[in-house]
């Protein structure tokens, strides 16, 4: 029976994603997408946290190489989707092996303080380099992402929710895949016992940065996306507190999950979307008041929750 909702559970979840233009407005359809990139970048967040046991306070640093990659690319070469996306995960994979190079090489505090050094860097040099990346003001006046031309015939919320469920979909599946594959069995290994690993004939460092490099490529597809829906990215998106509502989505939906963080990820945005335009900035207090009910009631996340109702009888 697991094993049938395996596959059943994802594709009746991708279908009904895919009919929600047909029931939801304008304005809830885009909270949904940018809820969905943002849980494509948890989804990373929780494989490097989680998988591979190396915890980031620097993940948004990704966000960003994606969102200014795409941003750039839109400027100076190209408006269309696909080479926006290719281009920024590219950029998220050169910048994840400069990082991660030396990243790996530290351990547990270590390597979340250096995460965190990572993060304010890109933030300072995202801030410093005006002419490219307009400094404090952003990356403004960014041509419209097409779309292969389908937004020509339909609503473009529309077509760019469905662009963006592809790719959120193919980032997920992608992650999938390799945990459960050789490399992200030698991940695990290397999480778990570092010297067995090594006495088995496996680079630690080179594993350890394989994990990096994957959750870096697929959070710089998520703020590729990000940047396509807004036509906007400035440095705030590279902020350490952008990190931190990462690592909470991971928290919320499941530290060992890759699906939870994803539902954790979108019904934030959600919340975000709700209290905000009431409360303003307070929404933090209740983000935060969320968090702690849920590390209260729910220890294991939303994943928990789930394992819960799926464990026989």
């Given at each position: 029976?697991?094993?049938?909702?395996?596959?059943?559970?994802?594709?009746?979840?991708?279908?009904?994603?895919?009919?929600?233009?047909?029931?939801?407005?304008?304005?809830?359809?885009?909270?949904?997408?940018?809820?969905?990139?943002?849980?494509?970048?948890?989804?990373?967040?929780?494989?490097?946290?989680?998988?591979?046991?190396?915890?980031?306070?620097?993940?948004?640093?990704?966000?960003?190489?994606?969102?200014?990659?795409?941003?750039?690319?839109?400027?100076?070469?190209?408006a269309n989707a696909g080479v926006q996306l290719?281009?920024?995960?590219?950029?998220?994979?050169?910048?994840?092996?400069?990082?991660?190079?030396?990243?790996?090489?530290?351990?547990?505090?270590?390597?979340?303080?250096?995460?965190?050094?990572?993060?304010?860097?890109?933030?300072?040099?995202?801030?410093?380099?005006?002419?490219?990346?307009?400094?404090?003001?952003?990356?403004?006046?960014?041509?419209?992402?097409?779309?292969?031309?389908?937004?020509?015939?339909?609503?473009?919320?529309?077509?760019?929710?469905?662009?963006?469920?592809?790719?959120?979909?193919?980032?997920?599946?992608?992650?999938?895949?390799?945990?459960?594959?050789?490399?992200?069995?030698?991940?695990?290994?290397?999480?778990?016992?570092?010297?067995?690993?090594?006495?088995?004939?496996?680079?630690?460092?080179?594993?350890?940065?394989?994990?990096?490099?994957?959750?870096?490529?697929?959070?710089?597809?998520?703020?590729?996306?990000?940047?396509?829906?807004?036509?906007?990215?400035?440095?705030?998106?590279?902020?350490?507190?952008?990190?931190?509502?990462?690592?909470?989505?991971?928290?919320?939906?499941?530290?060992?999950?890759?699906?939870?963080?994803?539902?954790?990820?979108?019904?934030?945005?959600?919340?975000?979307?709700?209290?905000?335009?009431?409360l303003g900035e307070s929404w933090l207090l209740?983000?935060?008041?969320?968090?702690?009910?849920?590390?209260?009631?729910?220890?294991?996340?939303?994943?928990?929750?789930?394992?819960?109702?799926?464990?026989?009888?």
């Amino acid at each position: 029976m697991n094993a049938r909702l395996r596959v059943v559970v994802p594709v009746v979840v991708l279908v009904a994603l895919a009919a929600m233009p047909f029931t939801l407005g304008a304005y809830p359809l885009g909270v949904l997408t940018t809820g969905l990139a943002y849980g494509l970048m948890a989804a990373s967040l929780a494989f490097l946290t989680g998988h591979a046991g190396l915890p980031s306070l620097g993940h948004a640093a990704f966000l960003g190489a994606g969102a200014y990659t795409a941003g750039l690319t839109a400027k100076h070469l190209s408006a269309n989707a696909g080479v926006q996306l290719v281009l920024a995960v590219l950029a998220g994979v050169l910048f994840a092996l400069v990082t991660g190079w030396f990243a790996v090489r530290t351990r547990g505090f270590f390597f979340l303080m250096f995460t965190l050094a990572i993060g304010e860097i890109a933030v300072q040099a995202a801030t410093r380099s005006s002419r490219v990346t307009g400094g404090d003001n952003g990356l403004a006046d960014i041509p419209a992402t097409t779309l292969f031309g389908l937004e020509d015939a339909m609503p473009y919320v529309v077509v760019f929710h469905w662009w963006a469920l592809l790719v959120v979909a193919a980032g997920f599946g992608v992650l999938v895949a390799l945990r459960r594959g050789p490399l992200g069995a030698a991940i695990a290994g290397a999480r778990e016992n570092e010297a067995r690993m090594a006495a088995l004939g496996y680079s630690v460092h080179r594993v350890r940065l394989a994990a990096v490099v994957i959750a870096g490529a697929v959070c710089a597809a998520g703020g590729a996306l990000i940047e396509q829906k807004d036509a906007f990215v400035a440095p705030t998106h590279l902020d350490v507190g952008v990190s931190v509502l990462l690592l909470v989505m991971v928290l919320l939906g499941g530290r060992g999950s890759l699906a939870g963080p994803v539902l954790a990820a979108v019904a934030l945005i959600f919340v975000r979307e709700l209290t905000s335009s009431a409360l303003g900035e307070s929404w933090l207090l209740v983000e935060g008041g969320l968090f702690v009910l849920c590390v209260y009631l729910l220890p294991q996340g939303l994943a928990g929750l789930w394992r819960k109702r799926a464990r026989p009888a």
